[in-house]
């Protein structure tokens, strides 16, 4: 059978639909191969979410097909979707496959290999006409990792002024209850200790849905009617964290103490210019009434940094924020202009180098921040699940998302939830030993 290989750039739902596409493979008998190395063919789930994520994609097509002139190269993802003709006259590209064609993406490979024609076969349709769930079975063996995500939701409504995936992902789908149950099952079955449930808008799930199921309520059936060892949740919009919500979290404890939850900008008047619902103090308030309900809660956080607009002063007002609110982790970015998006266009745009002069700034104090967290857990006892290991030594990560350096593990614990003292820090990562 052909040899075929996969490479992934960008977020974790795109990690999760090259899982899925390398099933439908797996089942249909191709054998994998490293990307790195030959194979008949190589998939690349591309990333449109900022102008880097696209030219590195372009990059590593260009690339890969010179590891074997006669490979079919097939490219998916959001940038794939946004601009399939451009990427289409690649001559390295064999065929452009949109985010809502992944499910014949297995037959399309087959008339590449039969004999296409020299142009690149394009299956790319208006993401509005499809308001349905895309449902592609995770078969297990697919997944790479001891954490397995699990999609429940694609799309999104909210069309902030900078964000392209709307565009890219289409409206807001949610994945059927029963369905989200069965594949969990299936996963737990596997041996997977961890779940991590993954979407574009997360928190908005089952609201296109007939009788509107919500996350805490996806939530509630994965505690009660799967054994998983541990539910984590990917990012969620502030707004979408409810009482219920709250309850659910405190109702087992097989449920992570860490929610991911974007803030973007820490000044109102970027917030209203980059049209997020919320003010700063409304986020603020949020924080302080999660950490008061849910013990041993921690929260990490997106910053958009030079926005169009974002002037010193505002910046200056961001970091005062940040230093309040005490983040165990800013993923901070600097803003990229998307064609299309509102803010591509709005007066203000901030020079490159101060971008990269404020991004530095935020991972300075992001990383004092992360310093005195984990100073503070040292002397405490977690769980970790152990995601490498070379001997008697691994790394994990705690349910509130902390990474351990381990030490003391008995043969064959990867991927088993241990528990461990921790006993020290370097500054990035606590240093534990198995109990």
């Known amino acids: 059978m052909p040899t075929i290989a996969f490479a992934t750039l960008g977020c974790r739902v795109n990690q999760y639909d090259t899982d899925s596409i390398r099933g439908l493979f797996l089942q249909a008998g191709f054998e994998e191969a490293d990307f790195n190395g030959p194979a008949d063919v190589y998939i690349i789930n591309t990333c449109s979410v900022t102008q880097v994520g696209e030219k590195k994609s372009r990059q590593l097509i260009r690339r890969t097909k010179k590891r074997n002139e006669a490979a079919k190269v097939i490219v998916t993802g959001c940038y794939a979707q946004l601009d399939p003709e451009l990427l289409s006259s690649m001559p390295e ?16 490979v087959g008339e590449l290999i039969a004999g296409g024609g020299d142009e690149a076969f394009t299956a790319v349709h208006d993401v509005r006409r499809h ?31 900078y964000c392209i995936i709307p565009y890219t992902r289409g409206a807001l789908k949610s994945r059927r209850p029963d369905a989200v149950i069965a594949e969990a099952k299936r996963l737990v079955d596997a ?16 609201r296109d849905l007939d009788d509107h199921p919500s996350l805490a309520h996806i939530l509630d059936r994965l505690v009660k009617e799967t054994d998983v060892a541990r539910i984590r949740m990917g990012s969620i919009e502030s707004l979408e964290i409810d009482d219920d919500m709250i309850a659910v979290m405190n109702s087992s404890d097989r449920i992570c103490r860490h929610l991911h939850l974007p803030l973007q900008a820490g000044s109102d008047a970027v917030l209203k210019a980059m049209n997020r619902h919320y003010t700063v103090a409304e986020y603020e308030a949020l924080i302080a009434r999660l950490r008061s309900r849910i013990n041993g809660l921690t929260v990490s956080t997106d910053l958009i940094l030079g926005f169009p607009g974002e002037t010193e002063a505002l910046f200056e007002d961001t970091m005062e924020t940040l ?33 990269k002069r404020r991004v530095e700034l935020v991972n300075e104090l992001s990383a004092r921040q992360k310093a005195a967290l984990l100073e503070s857990l040292v002397g405490t006892n977690a769980l970790v699940l152990v995601e490498t290991q070379e001997g008697t030594d691994g790394e994990g990560f705690t349910g509130n998302y902390e990474r351990v350096a381990l030490s003391g593990l008995s043969e064959g614990a990867r991927g088993t939830v241990v528990s461990v003292a921790l006993v020290g820090t370097d500054g990035k990562k606590l240093l534990g030993k198995a109990l």
């Not at 590209?93 to 399309?108: F, L, P, W, Y």
């Not at 041996?191 to 089952?206: C, N, P, Q, R, W």
């Not at 983040?327 to 709005?346: D, E, V």
């Open 93 to 108: 590209v064999d065929a452009v496959v949109g985010t809502n064609e992944r499910k014949r993406i297995v037959s399309i």
């Open 131 to 161: 308001d349905e769930f895309e449902e592609i079975p995770l078969y297990p063996s697919a997944v790479e990792h001891t954490r397995a995500d699990l999609k429940i939701q694609e799309g999104c409504n909210n069309f902030c002024a």
């Open 191 to 206: 041996g997977f200790k961890e779940i991590v449930l993954t979407g574009i808008h997360l928190g908005a799930y089952g």
């Open 323 to 355: 230093k309040r609110l005490n983040f165990s982790h800013i993923h901070a970015f600097p803003y990229s202009p998307r064609k299309g998006t509102p803010a591509a266009t709005m007066e203000g745009q901030i020079d490159t180098a101060e971008k």
